[in-house]
Each structure stands twice: as C-alpha cells, then as structure tokens.
C-alpha cells in the first residue's frame, strides 16, 4: 500500500461526523487501502455491507485508495441501491472475483459460504457476521488463510452488541409474522389452522434484544397469553397481565412447551452449552404448533434444531413445524440493510483507521 497525505476539511455535518467517528487529526501520514463490498450470496439475502452515501463518506475523506471502494455487480440491488447510485458515488463497480483479489479489506453481511472460501485470500481482514461457534469449519478455514475475521456480533460498545442487537430487534419482529403464518395453515394442510389471537406464545430469552422486539409485536398484535422465559437477574417490572414470567429452568422451559401453541427462541447460546430444549421437552408440544429459533446462527437452543434457508424455511420435528432461518433480516433488506450500516459503521472507519496509521 502507498502513502499520501491529505488534510481534512469538514464540509459539512455528514463529514464532520465521519471525521468524528474516525478521529484522525486535521493532517496525518497515513496508508490508504482499497475496500470491496461484495454481493452477497446466500439464500435471499438481500442485504449489502455498505450503501452509496457511507461509500462517498469514506472516499471524500481519502481513506481508500484513489478515491476507490470496489463493489460488486447487483451488490446493493434488493437494497434499493442500483449500480449506477455507487457510481455516481465514486465506487466502481467490478466482478466478483475483482472485488476479492483486489481489495484489502472486504465488508460484507453475512458470513463467506462454501463457494466463497476459495476467494478468501491470506491477510485479507474481512468484516461480517460470523457465527464461528455454528461454523467450526469457516473458523479452521479463516485460521489457516491467516484471514482477519472481524465478527459483527463480537463488536461492542458499553457491554453492548449494537449491530448484532439491530439485527435480533428485526429478527424478532420478523417471528411473529412467521408464528402467525403457520400457526393458521388450515387442518387440511397439515396445520391447526388457529388465528394469531387464540394462541398462547412463549418467548425463551425474553428480555433479550431479539426476545423483547418479539414481545412488544406480539403484544400490539393482540393474543390470548404470553409466556416469557429468562435468567432469574433480569428487571421483571414490565410484566403485564398478558405477560406471565418465569425464570429459567428446565422444569419451566418444558412446562410453557406443553402449554404453548407458539415458542421463539431468543437466546445465543455459548459454545458447548447444553440446549435448552430437549427433545423430550419438544415432544410434549401441541401437534402442529410452531417452533421459531432465532439463534440457530449460533446452533440454536433446542436440540431438534437445524439450518433453514427462506426458500425452504420449515421442517417438521415431533410433530412440531421449525422455523430455523439463518439469515431472517435478509429478507426484508430495504428495512434492515440501513439498520444494519448505521450500526456496523463506526467499526467500519475504527478499523480503517487502525489498519491505515499502523
């Protein structure tokens, strides 16, 4: 990488800001580096690590070389960011294997897929969701690449997770349509056919940032009780009469199992830990009640859990319909690809400004 210097003129609030976040000084020798965005590729994934606007951020402050940020075709497509909008910008828009081999630092969504490991190149550092602890197998990979993996849901502020927790507050929200739906498939299509409103619903890790959104949705869309499930610490004083708390123990997991036609697990389990359902617990579940397991990126909590994608979101279990979408904030890219690149952001220029003045 070259040198060169620049001096740094705040503009305009937009650049002030960024100036803010990346705490340079008003001329400073620094190395300048080239950033790709790459188009992501899993399973309706519509999201994209960077929009047109944060892009003209970072290049009219000279953090990337020659005024270039490499994007790939289509990247920001089902965001609502045609190619066009990058390039007016200043990005360039490039293949995907350009924007791997050309680039020294990738931002992208969600974690590399099986296609994509051998476009990891050794130094790359790579910005994204992880999910090392359901994936052993990328972490090997990444170890070995000598790849600086940044994982989104490490990244904290205050002893807390803002991108992961932008993300699990869509996630949430996304549950309840999901219980709604296959909660009232008709009996003739295999399912109980009940509306939202007749249903009692348990939220496993309900005072999470997932477990809460989902809680608040339910509770504005109106339904017959509320189960919710959560570490014996936790402030209970939002407890409502449509809310019944209990703390968490296997005796009170199985026993809102039984009494629940809806059940979201909200919780990120540790690596190693035991899961919180067993499939004992999840054969005394109603028949054709839903099962919605947020966490599944971490290997979710139930022991009957296992990967789903959007285009085949549902398997059944015991008798139980699983939902266990990995990416569920894809979906709904224009709503959470925002949300997404105002959080991860200031990590974004922190760690530009790290790899830039070493």
């Known amino acids: 990488m070259r040198q060169y210097f620049f001096n740094v003129q705040c503009i305009d609030t937009a650049r002030t800001h960024l100036y803010d976040t990346c705490g340079f000084e008003n001329t400073r020798r620094c190395f300048y580096m080239i950033i790709g965005v790459p188009k992501e590729i899993q399973n ?8 047109p606007a944060h892009i003209r951020g970072l290049i009219l402050y000279g953090l990337v070389e020659g005024g270039k940020v490499l994007v790939e075709k289509g990247a920001g497509r089902l965001s609502g960011f045609p190619d066009n909008w990058y390039e007016l910008q200043g990005a360039e828009i490039v293949s ?3 924007v791997w081999e050309k680039s020294d630092m990738i931002i992208k969504v969600k974690e590399p897929m099986e296609q994509e490991y051998q476009l990891l190149l050794p130094g790359r550092t790579v910005m994204a969701f992880f999910h090392f602890a359901g994936n052993p197998i990328l972490k090997e990979i990444c170890d070995y690449k000598k790849i600086i993996a940044i994982p989104y849901e490490d990244l904290k502020v205050d002893g807390k997770s803002p991108i992961l927790g932008a993300m699990s507050t869509i996630a949430g929200e996304i549950s309840v349509d999901v219980g709604e739906r296959y909660l009232g498939v008709g009996i003739e299509h295999g399912g109980r056919g009940m509306p939202l409103r007749d249903a009692v619903v348990a939220i496993i890790g309900c005072y999470g940032v997932a477990g809460t959104s989902a809680r608040n949705m339910f509770m504005k869309r109106g339904i ?3 189960f919710g499930v959560d570490r014996a610490d936790v402030d209970t004083s939002e407890c ?20 629940s036609d809806i059940v979201v697990g909200a919780v990120l389990m540790e690596k190693g830990a035991p899961k919180l359902i067993t499939r004992e617990m999840l054969k005394k579940m109603k028949p054709w009640s839903v099962f919605i397991d947020i966490g599944i990126d ?4 139930s022991e009957t859990s296992r990967p789903t994608s959007h285009d085949n979101p549902i398997f059944v279990e015991e ?13 709904v890219p224009e709503r959470s690809t925002p949300a997404l690149i105002n959080a991860s952001f200031p990590f974004i220029t922190e760690q530009i400004r790290k790899m830039t003045s070493a």
């Open 44 to 51: 309706h994934e519509g999201r994209v690590g960077l929009d």
């Open 96 to 98: 995907q294997r350009e």
């Open 224 to 226: 017959r009780r509320m």
């Open 240 to 259: 409502s009469r449509k809310f019944d708390y209990l703390s968490s123990s296997p005796k009170t997991i199985a026993f809102v199992l039984e009494q």
């Open 298 to 301: 971490e290997g979710g909590i």
């Open 319 to 331: 008798g139980v319909i699983h939902y266990c979408v990995r990416n569920m904030p894809g979906i």
